[in-house]
């Protein structure tokens, strides 16, 4: 398995633009996560979805942000309007529920800037 | 609310020294608790998990962490580092709500730095 997909990698932005990151979770993880990276709040869980359903979304930050789960094979986080602070690191994690054995497992993340 | 605190921002160990990254815990009911290691500009990989059982917990690279309840620690321990150590580590905890998995709450990290 490939392990957790993230697209792209790096984002360049200025602020005020739609930003659409997407994640491809291991196939058969029915559950999804998206956390946000920065130096100074560290790793913050934005939202979750099992089994293709927002579970979760307590941790995103304003109404700026949204994210869906169309599939099980596919997730997008966007924001918009963007803003300078916005500006971290993004990532997807992926995970097997229904089992006691629910380690996440985490894409490469995408570094988001924006201007 | 559940939280993790990692009281060190940084430790220093000597290569082929033992080391210990600390890590307690708050959680409501019974907590799975994670490390997990990331190195430079790279995603986040999985060490080691207790989720119920013996206290002491062997994962990869020769890590393992033990689970104290009475002191809510799950500190990472490894008897003898190796310079391809140094990285940042975070310890996570989660509840198991029986409705599928929880998001980790994760502690704000410690940079593991071992010297040669």
């Known amino acids: 398995d490939a392990g957790v997909i993230q697209s792209p990698r790096h984002e360049v932005t200025e602020m005020g633009q739609e930003v659409t990151l997407r994640c491809k979770p291991i196939?058969?993880?029915?559950?999804l996560f998206w956390y946000r990276q920065t130096m100074m709040r560290g790793l913050e869980l934005l939202i979750y979805f099992n089994n293709n359903v927002p579970i979760d979304d307590s941790g995103m930050p304003e109404d700026r942000f949204s994210a869906k789960m169309p599939n099980a094979s596919f997730s997008t986080l966007k924001i918009q309007p963007s803003e300078p602070r916005d500006s971290a690191v993004y990532f997807c994690?992926?995970?097997?529920?229904?089992?006691?054995?629910?380690?996440?497992?985490f894409g490469p993340g995408t570094r988001l800037t924006v201007l | 609310a559940q939280s993790v605190a990692q009281p060190e921002d940084q430790v220093n160990v000597a290569e082929g020294n033992p080391l210990t990254v600390k890590c307690t815990y708050s959680?409501?009911?019974?907590?799975?608790l994670f490390w997990y290691v990331q190195y430079p500009n790279r995603g986040l990989q999985f060490l080691l998990k207790y989720i119920t059982g013996d206290n002491l917990v062997k994962g990869s690279y020769g890590f393992e962490a033990e689970f104290n309840k009475s002191q809510t620690s799950f500190h990472l321990k490894k008897p003898s580092a190796l310079v391809s150590d140094s990285a940042l580590y975070f310890c996570?905890?989660?509840?198991?709500?029986?409705?599928?998995?929880?998001?980790?709450?994760f502690g704000k990290g410690t940079h593991l730095i071992i010297q040669p």
């Open positions: 196939s058969g993880h029915n559950s």
């Open positions: 994690a992926s995970s097997h529920t229904g089992t006691a054995n629910n380690e996440q497992f």
């Open positions: 959680v409501s009911g019974n907590p799975y």
């Open positions: 996570a905890v989660s509840a198991y709500s029986g409705g599928g998995a929880d998001g980790l709450t």
